[in-house]
């Protein structure tokens, strides 16, 4: 695969177009990500500083110690709920967090805000509690237990406020739990759903008792404005236009495929697809319309570039739900999330791609090789595609990439061989040396590649580090981290 | 973020910070509780002439009710058939001003006990102020007349309120002089 000719084509102008829309792409990128960026650290800092100004340092440097606690406990309070609200938007599936990150970089982002956050409202609790004891009089682990019974049976706003604690405390919970793959992905989401409700648990008592929520008109308007924008961001983007696209397109399965060893393809078809904005690369998540399947959303990639007409994912048999698809009968309805994702050709500014994929992993990258060879945004022989399996069983959709590698006289390289502990690749391809030494005798010029990757987690972390030792700056290698 | 965008952001941060942290150190009102006491209780003669005169003073007791005037009737009248008890005497608080309302209370005083707490204007901002506000008062009054002070516990939920019918209450307790 190393036919390199001396003196290569000029780019033509529909490559040339594509490289330059990624700059474009790119430089509306950074604009859009300082601003979310900005506009998330500022309404920390606003929160804060309004917290200082209202004589927040004097307490916390001044008084006795039931003040200063409970000055730290409003103060973890409303850093608390800041959070819990940019949580909120980086789940919520706000257009243009998913274009500039990627969902699973907001997805991530959220994960660790969560693990700050929850933290944070136990902080808060604790001080606002014992604070209060103090004041009241009461010491002692004793003294708080009965101040934290009095506060929570006391009035309404105070058990709603218990009740959302408990809900956060919960959905971290299930949400370790879930990381360790000791609970179902069902039970999980159920437990997730709830943070709506504590969300919205915890305002009443904000409003009741917070004084840092209604000092003046301003910090009102500012807190409802932040609540009506969170509120309407998921109303919007997480539920309705999930439900107007759904029934816009109204798909359906028009047939499901083996294509290899427990491997299935779903062809759908649906109206005004032409109209659906989704690039190749990207994923929705799927809910199909039979009694098993459909309270389970899944998250799959297109496994062919979306020509207008028809949609095509293709899904590896796991769970019971993943084999369950190989029974769907054609006609059956589907709904669907999406697209999201930023795995896509948008940000590509380099002529030279490389395209690497392991196991079920290729479904993406063959449909950013489709897109790449049909659209012809690439000159023949600037794609590489580089395919690893533990097993000459385990390749589906292998014929296809042969095709449309064939079609551009583009490179195919497929890797099968037994997993090797620290190494993305199988024994001896490529020499010997690191992973980044073997790369670049497997791919010439392998530094001056714009690089997709995909496939499980540990070997995108072992490819991505050697990608990078060969020298391609991290802006150019892309990835899209699968699953939940 | 680039790099520019993180420096100007992190500058404007550490600023804003900075100076709220400055400004925060000297609070316009009471930090702690937010709740000020605008009108001072009147003075122990008993009667009602003095705290309207107060009320009169604080610029900002609009919402200070007009049961003010009411508070120091004569309510001995009955008791002078017994000449050798001492006669209650009822006294008003200050009015204590919260965010969620202002707090009044006048107490009844036999001699040197205090016999009856009555609030005469509770934190009605809203309707759940009023509520919490309603919720509380039963609790706050039975306390004060347990322990004859105003050293009462807060009822939790209820802090400004609280706050506020402790300073009321304290001021009429001073003014009593008891």
Not at chain 2, 123 to 141: E, F, K, N, W
Request: hydrophobic share 45%; with cysteine; proline share 5%.
């Amino acid at each position: 695969m190393t036919s390199r000719n001396a003196a290569r084509p000029r780019p033509n102008e529909r490559v040339r177009r594509a490289l330059r829309r990624g700059v474009e792409f790119r430089r509306w990128r950074h604009r859009v990500a300082d601003l979310l960026e900005a506009l998330a650290i500022g309404t920390l800092m606003l929160v804060v500083a309004q917290f200082l100004l209202g004589g927040g340092s004097h307490d916390l440097l001044s008084g006795d110690a039931g003040a200063r606690l409970t000055a730290i406990g409003r103060l973890t309070g409303l850093v608390a709920m800041d959070l819990l609200l940019l949580q909120l938007v980086l789940a919520a599936r706000v257009p243009w967090v998913d274009r500039v990150y990627g969902m699973d970089r907001a997805l991530k982002a959220h994960r660790v805000l969560g693990r700050v956050t929850v933290p944070l409202v136990l902080v808060h609790v604790g001080t606002i509690v014992v604070g209060y004891a103090i004041g009241d009089g009461r010491t002692g682990v004793f003294g708080s237990l009965r101040e934290l019974l009095k506060m929570v049976t006391g009035g309404g706003d105070l058990l709603l406020a218990a009740l959302s604690t408990a809900a956060l405390v919960a959905i971290t919970g299930t949400s370790v739990q879930i990381a360790r793959r000791r609970m179902s992905y069902e039970w999980w989401h159920v437990v997730h759903l709830t943070a709506y409700a504590a969300t919205v648990l915890a305002i009443p008592h904000e409003l009741s008792l917070g004084s840092d929520f209604t000092a003046s008109a301003w910090t009102r308007a500012y807190w409802w404005t932040l609540w009506v924008v969170v509120a309407a961001s998921v109303l919007w983007w997480r539920l309705l236009l999930p439900v107007v696209r759904s029934t816009r397109h109204g798909l359906r399965v028009t047939e499901v495929v083996e294509e290899s060893d427990g491997v299935w393809s779903v062809v759908m078809r649906g109206r005004h697809l032409d109209r659906l904005e989704v690039r190749a690369g990207q994923f929705f998540n799927w809910r199909f319309v039979t009694p098993r399947l459909l309270l389970a959303a899944h998250p799959w990639s297109l496994s062919a570039a979306p020509d207008g007409r028809t949609l095509r994912i293709t899904i590896r048999g796991l769970g019971d739900h993943s084999s369950a698809i190989a029974n769907l009968r054609p006609g059956t309805y589907v709904l669907v999330e999406g697209p999201y994702g930023a795995f896509t050709t948008e940000a590509r500014v380099r002529r030279k791609v490389l395209l690497l994929a392991a196991g079920i992993g290729v479904t993406p990258v063959r449909a950013l090789l489709e897109e790449l060879v049909t659209e012809r945004h690439a000159l023949p022989g600037d794609v590489t595609i580089v395919y690893r399996a533990n097993d000459p069983s385990q390749l589906p959709l292998h014929d296809e990439l042969e095709a449309l590698v064939e079609l551009a006289d583009h490179h195919l390289a497929t890797l099968v061989g037994p997993p090797v502990p620290g190494s993305s690749l199988p024994e001896g391809v490529g020499g010997n040396g690191s992973d980044a030494e073997r790369l670049r005798r497997l791919v010439p010029d392998l530094a001056q590649h714009e690089v997709y990757l995909c496939g499980p987690p540990q070997w995108m972390s072992l490819v991505h580090q050697a990608v990078r030792r060969a020298g391609v700056p991290g802006p150019h290698i892309h990835d899209e981290r699968f699953g939940w | 973020m680039r790099k520019t965008t993180s420096v100007i952001v992190g500058v404007a941060s550490a600023t804003a910070i900075a100076a709220s942290w400055a400004a925060g150190l000297t609070p316009k009102h009471d930090a702690v509780g937010g709740v000020t006491l605008s009108a001072p209780p009147a003075p122990p003669a008993s009667t009602s002439g003095a705290t309207s005169d107060a009320s009169r003073r604080a610029g900002s007791t609009s919402a200070a009710p007009s049961t003010h005037t009411k508070s120091g009737s004569r309510s001995g009248s009955s008791s002078t058939s017994r000449p050798a008890a001492p006669r209650p005497r009822t006294i008003d608080g200050g009015v204590a001003n919260t965010q969620y309302g202002n707090v009044q209370v006048a107490i009844t005083v036999t001699g040197s006990h205090i016999t009856d707490v009555r609030a005469l204007h509770l934190t009605d901002s809203s309707g759940h102020s009023v509520q919490i506000s309603d919720y509380a008062a039963p609790i706050l009054r039975k306390e004060a007349l347990s322990k004859q002070s105003a050293q009462i516990d807060m009822v939790s939920g209820a802090t400004y309120t609280s706050e506020a019918y402790q300073q009321s209450l304290q001021s009429a307790i001073d003014a009593a002089h008891i």
